[in-house]
């Protein structure tokens, strides 16, 4: 069991080979061929921008889920999307109803600070991140004294935990960066409803 990376408000467990390189690899190329990506608006500021990053949404047809004034309507599970979700499930402990994800193409697609509170997610949202391909730092900060900052990198068939309190008290984000890097997937399963 690893230990919990937040200091205080919130719990963020990571568990870097949580799925073997052989697998990975694989995860990987299935993601970037046959999920249906895309690149949508969000409203920031009161302006609508592109995001920095490809998305899609999969899970329960039934339930939508908005986030930043837009709304998606899940495409239905796939194969590979559902043994990566059974395989969290083992170590997180709830049953997640959607997945997130996201297509960094490279260094200069992102994702800023926020936090995952909407409503529908309830008071203490359980978020299972998933990561393949480059290597990407991810960092949490303290919503409110902000110098208090965490940063991992999330490596290739890496598991995120994040429960608790976490998402109430800490922001968390994917900065863009000068590197030359390949492309990321990320996966963040949820419970929605
Ligand atoms: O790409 C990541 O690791 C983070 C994704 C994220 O924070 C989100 O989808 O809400
Ligand atoms: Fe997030």
Do not use: C
Request: net charge neutral; glycine share 8%; proline share 6%.
């Amino acid at each position: 069991m690893p230990t919990n990376l937040l200091p205080f408000q919130g719990e963020a467990s990571f568990f870097p080979d949580f799925f073997s390189e052989q697998e990975s690899d694989l995860l990987f190329q299935k993601a970037v061929e046959e999920i249906h990506w895309k690149q949508e608006p969000i409203w920031m500021f009161g302006k609508k921008v592109m995001q920095p990053r490809l998305t899609a949404l999969y899970g329960h047809p039934e339930i939508s889920y908005g986030y930043s004034g837009i709304e998606m309507k899940p495409f239905p599970w796939t194969d590979f999307l559902l043994e990566i979700k059974n395989r969290i499930e083992k170590e997180a402990g709830v049953i997640f109803t959607h997945v997130l994800l996201n297509h960094y193409r490279d260094g200069k697609d992102s994702m800023g600070w926020h936090r995952d509170n909407e409503k529908v997610l309830g008071p203490n949202p359980v978020i299972g991140s998933v990561s393949f391909g480059a290597l990407r730092n991810f960092q949490l900060r303290h919503y409110v004294d902000k110098q208090h900052k965490i940063s991992l990198d999330l490596s290739h068939g890496s598991f995120l935990l994040m429960k608790g309190e976490t998402q109430h008290h800490w922001e968390h984000q994917i900065p863009k960066t000068s590197k030359i890097i390949g492309p990321r997937i990320n996966m963040t399963f949820r419970r929605i409803g």
